[in-house]
Structures are given as C-alpha cells and as structure tokens.
C-alpha cells in the first residue's frame, strides 16, 4: 500500500504564501479523493479542503474558503494545497489523507469514521 508523504511546509510573514504536496509512493493507490486537515497547537485535528480524485470536486472549510485552493495531479498521484493570505492563526501541523470527499469533509476526531491514510504531516508556521 501506498504511503503519503507531505512537504512544503514551513515558516512564512503573514500575507504570505505556501504551496504544500501530498504524494502517494511506494505501492499501489487507489481512492476516491484526499484532503488537507490541520492541527494547531492544543487544539483538535480540524478539515481544511478536499478534492474528488475522479471529479475534481472541491471542498473547504469556511476560515480558509477564498484564501486557499486544492488541486490535484492524477498521473503523480499528488495533491496540492495553494495557501495564499496566510494569517497566523493558520499555524499548525498539516495532513493530507485519502478516503472519499463524503468522509473526508464530516470527519472529526471523535466520529466513528476511520479514514483509510494518513500522511505523517508538514508543519506550517505564520508569524505576525
């Protein structure tokens, strides 16, 4: 089975840019979409965005709609996530995981819903 790795984080002024990827390596992958989740600091795992990976649907959350764009590669099988007008409270570590948009978008730490990956996270850090 394939393993995510995130990267491209990193420490940026606010009003700034990042452009994080999500590729999926080492064995085979299949899914029916991926998404970005994040987790600041005493805080719980939260949903960022989703992507179907056959419709190329697209899915945000309410703070980063607007400011933030996801978007995928099928051939590389490698998602993006396009930060723009970061704001410090956008701090945290970063997680891409794969399972279809449905769960992707309704999970919560507490739910039931299992995702099938995760990646092992990219930390973004906006300074004020």
């Known amino acids: 089975q394939a393993q995510l790795v995130e990267s491209g984080g990193g420490l940026v002024q606010a009003g700034g840019s990042l452009r994080l990827s999500c590729a999926a390596s080492?064995?085979?992958?299949?899914?029916?979409?991926m998404g970005w989740f994040r987790q600041a600091p005493g805080k719980e795992r939260e949903f960022v965005a989703a992507i179907g990976w056959y419709t190329g649907s697209t899915y945000y959350a309410d703070s980063v709609q607007g400011r933030f764009t996801i978007s995928r590669d099928n051939a590389k099988n490698t998602i993006f996530l396009q930060m723009n007008g970061l704001k410090p409270e956008d701090t945290g570590v970063y997680y891409c995981?794969?399972?279809?948009?449905?769960?992707?978008?309704?999970?919560?730490?507490?739910?039931?819903?299992?995702?099938?990956?995760w990646g092992q996270g990219t930390q973004v850090t906006v300074s004020s």
């Open positions: 995981a794969a399972d279809s948009p449905s769960r992707l978008t309704i999970w919560k730490p507490d739910s039931d819903i299992k995702l099938n990956q």
């Open positions: 080492g064995g085979a992958f299949s899914t029916l979409g």
